[in-house]
């Protein structure tokens, strides 16, 4: 991965998070953003957009987390997307746990709007250079 | 339920055998009476009869040695007055008459002495020992006086009739063999043997042996006694009947003897075999009396422990808690409560014998094996405090227990005692609670992110421009919104303390880096504050086996409150230092020091110190809390000294691993 992280989109469930993680990685970041409040118009429309990188909120009333990256994973068409899972669950399980999913990493919830474009370059930088 | 009475005090506690001087009393008397008897020949004066009143003397001695031992003094007093009474009597009265009363007389008291030592009489005389010897007299001449007046005159008048044809040789052989013969030995076991008929002194179930063992005393000394009364008879013919004309020479059988010394020898036989007779009565009537005390005894301290077992089985049975005993070198659970029963699901009775491990949850088990550890060494690492285990229901249902248990030695086995009780309830509870929580703080973070995340875009300008006049507004949100989910998160950090969630990664690391971030991090605040904090470190300083992550919160926590109570442009410095076996990090602030009364909760939960400073900054109170669990999670220890306006100083000591 040489190119620089360019385009992420978001999924998750709550529009007024989703429109404040657009805002902080457009404003602040300067990044490319979608958006999606619904597991399968993320599915539907991710390909489409091609994302270097995906925020998928890890609990959803429709579709949690885990197996949302399971769906993206078995599609062909996506499972080169990285996934970094976003939670704001009380006892999170270890990083391992998520990494162990297939995620490349894990940002906690509420975050930071000012330094969350940092993180997420960041964690994408650390599995690229991971990557190879 | 029947109320547990404890069973009251015997009136006398100590065993029969410790109780009286009886034995000690019988002996004398009897060496009395023999010694008396042995000296007859040297008192010659009137015959036969004053030796009499030497007995006398024994017995009396007898009363003296038995004094002030209950009820047997009385008794040797009675007899002693009775026999001292019939031997006057024997002096002005026929000889027979006289021997026949003392006999009776002497069965009379031995048996008052048998009655006198049953438990009825014994337990109404108690305590009143001025009514014993009056009692044991009144009792012996009544009785003497009753069989006197019934048998004595009938058998007297029966004989005089019978003999009054055959002239006074026979009378006076009969009188002599009715007085030595059937008085002394025979009278007397016959007269206890009527009392044993009645059941008084002898239980029931000993009435045979009695019998048979009086029997045999009474018809052994009757024979000596009639053979020597024949032999005395025999004297009449081949000696002088005059018993003043010592000269004349005896004939036959006696020839070259002397009537005195013929006489004599006769009368201390018959004298000794009389006291014999009787004494053996006495003592066959005494062990039977004995033998009824000791039994009565045995059968009352039976039913005491038979009190006491059930007493103690009742406390076993009816606890609330489940209690069992268990048998770990075999395995097997040796008995177990009702609670126990019902809490395992297993019918009355049917815990016994169950091999210990049906109890206990496998998983939980599997667990222990993991550390090396059986259930047992587990129980007996736990003795004395208390402990949690996962129990297994006969229908397989996991049971949380609290329990606690301790160590019995019986017969050289170790018996080990669990008590428990059924703590599932309350640990779905307690799931519930946490459930409850976590589901409140997440819905809370959720919008708390969404408005944190709002305004710190708004309050950094680069999204919109801040009109004029709403920064100040939008700050106030933004701060109050951040201590929101502070308090959110403080409370979240406590439950994961609580369930035993927080997990430490200890690495060894440099203090003075972790203490460098932590002060740098800090920084901001402390501006706010006008304090400047001090960070000192010495050059070179060990590695510490430590939580970064952890000891970053802590220090969080330290330096915050630090920088609270901190006067305005005071400072906060911090040292860390290589104390004894530690390493020891202070936090040390110049306020006001924390009130006294605040010392002793400083580190619970929800404990907060009022601060009395202009700038009224509140915490969750949660701080010192999470701080104390986290150090103790690394395997350190936390402190505090504090002086009314020198200000405070928390200590963290984080083990260096040299022992």
């Known amino acids: 991965m040489s190119q620089n992280l360019r385009h992420i989109a978001c999924l998750d469930d709550e529009a007024d998070i989703l429109m404040i993680a657009q805002l902080a990685l457009e404003t602040i970041g300067g990044y490319q953003v979608s958006v999606f409040n619904c597991v399968n118009s993320a599915l539907d429309g991710l390909a489409a957009c091609a994302p270097d990188v995906l925020l998928l909120d890890y609990m959803m009333p429709d579709m949690n987390g885990p197996a949302v990256l399971k769906a993206i994973q078995s599609d062909a068409a996506l499972a080169h997307i990285p996934v970094i899972f976003m939670t704001a669950n009380a006892f999170p399980p270890d990083e391992a746990h998520f990494l162990g999913l297939g995620a490349i990493g894990v940002i906690a919830k509420p975050f930071d709007p000012l330094t969350l474009p940092d993180e997420v370059c960041r964690i994408w930088t650390d599995w690229g250079s991971r990557a190879g | 339920m029947q109320m547990f009475k404890w069973p009251e005090p015997a009136a006398d506690t100590r065993p029969i055998t410790e109780r009286g001087g009886f034995t000690a009393g019988f002996l004398v008397t009897l060496a009395g009476c023999f010694l008396a008897t042995l000296a007859l020949p040297l008192f010659v004066v009137h015959g036969e009869q004053v030796p009499q009143f030497l007995p006398a003397g024994g017995f009396a001695l007898g009363a003296v040695v038995s004094f002030g031992r209950r009820v047997w003094p009385a008794i040797w007093i009675g007899v002693t007055l009775g026999y001292c ?107 206890v043997l009527a009392f044993v008929g009645t059941g008084l002194i002898v239980p029931q179930e000993q009435r045979r042996g009695t019998f048979v063992k009086l029997a045999i005393i009474s018809v052994v000394t009757a024979c000596i006694v009639i053979a020597i009364t024949v032999m005395e008879g025999s004297i009449s013919d081949n000696c002088s009947t005059n018993s003043s004309d010592r000269s004349v020479p005896c004939k036959g059988l006696y020839r070259g003897l002397s009537r005195e010394v013929i006489w004599y020898f006769f009368l201390v036989i018959r004298e000794a075999g009389l006291v014999i007779g009787v004494s053996m009565v006495a003592l066959v009537l ?69 091999d210990s491990r049906r109890v206990v949850d496998r998983d939980w088990i599997d667990m222990l094996h993991a550390d090396n550890k059986s259930f047992r060494d587990f129980v007996k690492e736990k003795s004395g405090a208390p402990f949690d285990w996962v129990g297994l229901h006969k229908d397989g249902k996991r049971i949380f227990l609290e329990a606690s248990s301790s160590c019995h030695i019986q017969n050289e086995r170790e018996i080990w005692s669990v008590v428990f009780r059924d703590v599932s309830q309350r640990r779905r509870e307690e799931e519930l ?19 944190n995340g709002a305004l710190g875009l708004l309050l950094s300008g680069k999204v919109v421009t801040i009109p004029v006049g709403a920064e100040k507004l939008l700050k106030i949100a933004n701060d109050n919104s951040r201590r929101l989910l502070v308090i959110v998160n403080d409370i979240l950090d406590i439950e994961k303390i609580a369930a035993g969630h ?153 083990s260096l691993g040299v022992s």
């Open chain 2, 85 to 191: 009474a019939m031997s006057g009597a024997d002096l002005i009265g026929n000889i027979g008459t006289g021997r026949l009363v003392v006999g009776l007389l002497l069965g009379g008291a031995f048996t008052l002495q048998s009655v006198l030592a049953h438990p009825v009489l014994r337990n109404f005389l108690h305590g009143r020992k001025m009514l014993l010897p009056l009692v044991s007299i009144g009792l012996g001449l009544a009785l003497t006086g009753l069989l006197t007046a019934s048998i004595v005159p009938m058998v007297w008048m029966t004989l005089v009739a019978m003999s009054s044809g055959t002239g006074f040789l026979v009378l006076g052989f009969l009188n002599t063999w009715i007085g030595a013969c059937l008085a002394g030995p025979v009278f007397a076991p016959l007269t």
């Open chain 2, 433 to 451: 609670k946490r459930q409850f929580i976590s589901m409140v703080t997440h819905e809370l973070r959720t919008p708390l992110t969404s408005i």
């Open chain 2, 502 to 654: 927080m997990k430490v990664e200890m690495r060894l690391l440099d203090v003075a880096r972790v203490l460098d971030q932590a002060c740098a991090a800090i920084g901001g605040y402390a501006a706010q504050f006008s304090v400047s904090v001090k960070l000192d470190t010495p050059e070179s300083i060990p590695q510490v086996a430590l939580d970064p992550t952890r000891l970053m919160q802590v220090m969080d926590n330290l330096l915050s409150n630090a920088i609270k109570f901190s006067p305005r442009d005071g400072e906060v410095t911090v040292r860390a230092f290589v104390f004894g076996n530690f390493m020891r990090i202070s936090v040390h602030n110049d306020g006001a020091g924390i009130p006294p009364e605040y010392q002793a909760s400083i580190f619970e939960k929800f404990s907060q110190v009022p601060n009395t400073s202009p700038r009224q900054v509140k915490g969750t109170g949660l701080g010192l809390a999470m701080a104390k669990a986290m150090v103790n999670a690394m395997g350190g220890r936390i402190s505090f000294e504090s002086l009314p306006d020198q200000g405070a100083t928390f200590f963290v000591d984080l």
């Open chain 2, 286 to 354: 005494r062990v039977a009396s004995m033998e009824t005390a000791l039994r009565q005894e045995i059968e009352q301290g039976f039913s005491n422990i038979a009190q006491m077992a059930n007493f103690y089985a009742s406390i076993f049975d009816d606890a609330v808690d489940g209690i069992y005993l268990v048998d770990y070198t075999r395995r097997r659970i040796l008995a177990a409560n009702k609670s126990a029963e019902r809490m395992f699901g297993y019918e009355p009775g049917k815990m016994e014998g169950l």
